[in-house]
Each structure stands twice: as structure tokens, then as C-alpha cells.
T-cell receptor
Framework: KAGVTQTPRYLIKTRGQQVTLSCSPI?????VSWYQQTPGQGLQFLFE???????NKGNFPGRFSGRQFSNSRSEMNVSTLELGDSALYLC?????????????FGEGSRLTVL | DQQVKQNSPSLSVQEGRISILNCDYT??????FLWYKKYPAEGPTFLIS?????DKNEDGRFTVFLNKSAKHLSLHIVPSQPGDSAVYFC??????????????FGKGTRLSVIA
């Protein structure tokens, strides 16, 4: 069974630009979550989607947004990039039994903002 | 306000000895706890979990202990192997009307197992 796939794996942007990251969950998983990992803060929850609906949202500014498609694939977008947005963005999928159970993570998209 | 705390950023252990990684939490509503392991350039992988109705869960070399009154859990790895060298994250969630709340992660502990 294929794991969670995230694209792109690495990208470099400049301040003020916007970026879109993509995530394909494990087949059959309908819940997709996004986390931001930075060296000082660990993994911070961004949002979670289930059946194309945002079910939970973390404490991030409105510049961070996401969506989920009918095939459960998900995208997240960060607009007006700031230096502090440099991080590893991790996507995770889970079975449709709800959040908080075992999450299966992708390898992440490493964003560098210059 | 950090709800899940891993106060030791790093830990070094000799191969064959026991590794003990600690985690404290502040939210008394948390009732499900997980440990994840992360190697560089890879996503975190699930290691072991425990629900609040138990105080111990064992899986091979890995055992998680939960002390609800102290709001503390620990991961024991016995015996430690060089391949266990990784960053370990503690995570917690609480039951809610639509399943569980999103996982809240600690900042991680980097374990180095020295041969």
C-alpha cells in the first residue's frame, strides 16, 4: 500500500510570494491533517480535513489555508510568505474513525523563505 | 501554553542499556497518548500508544507507562540499539463529539544510542 505522498519535497521562495503544497493520503484514508515542524517548536497543528470539510484548525494566521478534494487529496496554501514560515510541512492521513488515532505521515515538504 | 512537554531535548545511552524518554502534559482531558519516532529527512512514524484506561502498554522492546495522577508518561526502550537513534515525539489527544481532538505534540527528544 502506497504511503502518504507530499509534493514538492523541497522548495525555495522569497518573502511576499505564495506557495501551494500537495498531499495524497493513503488509499482509503479520508482524514488529512497538516502540521508545521520548526526546530524550536516541534510539530504544530495547522488544520484537518475530512470529507472535503475543515474539521479542526490550529492557531495559525489566515495566510495559511487548505482544502481537500473529493478524492481525499489535500492542498495547503501559504500566502504573503514571511521568513518565519520556513519549516518542514508535514501531511498525515488517518482512517475515517476520527482524529487523534494513529496518524500516518508523509516525508514532508521543506520550505525555505529567503 | 505548551500542553505536552518533553523537557529533555536530548539523551545519550549506551547500546544494550535502557532508554527512558519522558513526557508531561497539562490538559487533564487528554485520554490517548502516542509516541512517534522521526529519522532525518523522513516523516514521523508511529511507535506505540496507550489509552487512559491503561497504565502500561508493551510492544517488543518498547513499553509506555502512563501515570494519570502525575500527568506523566514515559517510553522505555530495552535494550537500546544504534538504530533507535532518532527524535522521539510524545503526542496526546482528547475524546470529542466528532472523534478525538487533533494530536498535540511535544517538541521532541533526540535519542543517541552509542555503540
Amino acid at each position: 500500500k502506497a504511503g502518504v505522498t507530499q509534493t514538492p519535497r523541497y522548495l525555495i521562495k522569497t518573502r511576499g510570494q505564495q506557495v501551494t503544497l500537495s498531499c495524497s493520503p493513503i488509499s482509503g484514508h479520508r482524514s488529512v491533517s497538516w502540521y508545521q515542524q520548526t526546530p524550536g517548536q516541534g510539530l504544530q497543528f495547522l488544520f484537518e480535513y475530512f470529507s472535503e470539510t475543515q474539521r479542526n484548525k490550529g492557531n495559525f494566521p489566515g495566510r495559511f489555508s487548505g482544502r481537500q478534494f473529493s478524492n481525499s487529496r489535500s492542498e495547503m496554501n501559504v500566502s504573503t510568505l514571511e521568513l518565519g514560515d520556513s519549516a518542514l510541512y508535514l501531511c498525515a492521513s488517518s482512517l475515517p474513525t476520527g482524529m487523534g488515532g494513529e496518524l500516518f505521515f508523509g516525508e514532508g515538504s521543506r520550505l525555505t523563505v529567503l | 501554553d505548551q500542553q505536552v512537554k518533553q523537557n529533555s531535548p536530548s539523551l545519550s545511552v549506551q547500546e544494550g542499556r535502557i532508554s527512558i524518554l519522558n513526557c508531561d502534559y497539562t490538559n487533564s482531558m487528554f485520554d490517548y497518548f502516542l509516541w512517534y519516532k522521526k529519522y532525518p529527512a523522513e516523516g514521523p512514524t508511529f511507535l506505540i500508544s496507550i489509552s487512559s484506561i491503561k497504565d502500561k502498554n508493551e510492544d517488543g522492546r518498547f513499553t509506555v507507562f502512563l501515570n494519570k495522577s502525575a500527568k506523566h508518561l514515559s517510553l522505555h526502550i530495552v535494550p537500546s540499539q544504534p538504530g533507535d537513534s532518532a527524535v522521539y515525539f510524545c503526542a496526546a489527544s482528547a475524546a470529542s463529539g466528532s472523534g478525538n481532538t487533533p494530536l498535540v505534540f511535544g517538541k521532541g527528544t533526540r535519542l543517541s544510542v552509542i555503540a
